[in-house]
């Protein structure tokens, strides 16, 4: 979204919300230094977060697969943040190619997340990237972040990032493991066999965004989107809850003195703290959820473990994965729950007659077993002629043991 196709507030909105601002009072009613209203949702699968800070939505879904390391990092995994502007969310988005303003807010929620070389001093290492290495260069996990805009109610910077850590702390990479007679062969293991690992993330880095009006000397935390229309410049400060500084951010517009700066840093750190409790508190909630959910289902999905397929990463000639799904044989686990043969009861009948004759009372037993088995055969399958006409050689029997 470029700047001349956003809302331009009329002179007289844009004198009220300065002179608000000079009272040290905005128009939702907020003191200067106040962050609307942060809520954050999870959907049902692990990796998928909702935020919604006021008006403004961000979406945030994480995703990993397999993919070869970089050349000059063997040994660590790639972490990537896209962002989708949809029409949806603004008039003013344009579907399409992302613009600038899409460009920017990845690259400063990225350079908040993620290791990268070229950069190295202003860069945080908040995800452990050493962690996503199956095989020295030849496999690691490649985890790809997409947020996707909602609703721009303003300040979209500080609602991507929340997004992205609360997407980042959910998500379960599938495990696997490094077999095979050269030691390369990479198994992926079923969610249902093996349960899913986290993220290494050592600390959550906090993007606060501060607007600055007039000639800089008055400045606001999570302006909305009316006062980005108004505000003379921006400029975001990622921190963590320890005070650490991971990334400054400033976007052009009136310049700021350094005392202001460092002003803004220490409101930042505070705010950072706020904002890190509540993930975690939301994540943890989450976590016991999904805990308490799994032991509810466990007797049904554990039968499924035995015959649950692995994925098995092999590489081809091109230098392409390709994945061979393995089932353990089950041909020792059936049971046989076919019905006794029809000799055994032709047999079990020609032992009757024998030991009724020695014994009477077992001749009454027997009787009546068979009445009640007749009965039960009778509610299970209908009788058909044939089973009604009683064969010769039964009477044969009965007609030699009276004699």
Partial sequence: MDHHQRWRPTVNEREFIERALQSDLRVDGRRPFDF?????????EDGSAEVQLGDTRVMGYATAQLVQPYKDRPNEGMLAIFTEFSPMA????????????????????????RWSPEIAVWESRAVDMESLCVVAGKHVWSVRVDLHILDNGGNLIDAANIAALAALSTFRRPECTVGGEDGQ?????????RDPLPLTIHHLPIAVTFAYFGEGNIMVIDPTYKEEAVMGGRMTATINSNGDVCSIQKAGGEGVMSSVIMQCLRIASVKAA?????????VNSYTSAKALQKVKRLPASALKKDNAPDVAMKESSDGALETQSTKPS?????????PPSVVEDNKQEDVEPMLSECNPEAQSESRLTAGGSDETQEAISPKSLKDAVKPKHKRKKKQHSKS
């Fill in 274 to 282: 706020d904002i890190t409790s509540k993930i975690k508190n939301e």
């Fill in 185 to 193: 062969q990479v198994t992926v293991h079923d969610p249902e066999v």
């Fill in 90 to 113: 603004d008039p003013a988005f344009e579907p399409g190619r992302p613009g600038e303003s899409a460009i920017e807010l990845g690259r400063v929620v990225d350079r908040g997340l």
């Fill in 36 to 44: 609307r209203r942060l809520k954050i949702l999870f959907g049902r």
């Fill in 330 to 338: 089950s041909d020792g686990q059936q049971i046989n729950k076919e």
